[in-house]
């Protein structure tokens, strides 16, 4: 399984990002892809997970309102639409995939390298 995070940048708070995730080498039918992130001198934290075949979503409280998971199974791929984004969402943002649903990140098998965010005030 291999996973490619794309879309960082730097952008002003408010303003929006969006993140992609390409996945390839085999089928993730019954795959969760979450998307996790880790800013400078902090734990890396749950973001929000999205369920391959059936698109169920789950979010991490900090962002709900604010970001969205989204799927295209004809591309393979997994997007973050990140708007009203905020100094504290500057980070170092991955992908992860997983069979089952959870928000603990060492529970994911496979990563993607990741990519940056950075808000300005």
């Known amino acids: 399984v291999q996973l490619q995070a794309s879309g960082g940048g730097s952008v002003q708070a408010g303003g929006s990002l969006r993140l992609s995730c390409a996945a390839s080498?085999?089928?993730?039918?019954?795959?969760?892809v979450g998307w996790f992130r880790q800013a400078p001198g902090k734990e890396r934290e749950f973001v929000a997970t999205?369920?391959?075949?059936?698109?169920?979503?789950l979010y991490a409280d900090s962002v709900k309102g604010r970001f969205t998971i989204s799927r295209d199974n004809a591309k393979n791929t997994v997007s973050l639409q990140m708007n009203s984004l905020k100094p504290e969402d500057t980070a170092v943002y991955y992908c992860?995939?997983?069979?089952?649903?959870?928000?603990?990140?060492?529970?994911?098998?496979?990563w993607g390298q990741g990519t940056h965010v950075t808000v300005s005030r």
């Open positions: 080498g085999r089928s993730f039918s019954n795959y969760f």
């Open positions: 999205i369920s391959w075949s059936v698109g169920s979503t």
């Open positions: 992860a995939a997983r069979q089952g649903l959870s928000t603990l990140g060492s529970l994911y098998a496979y």
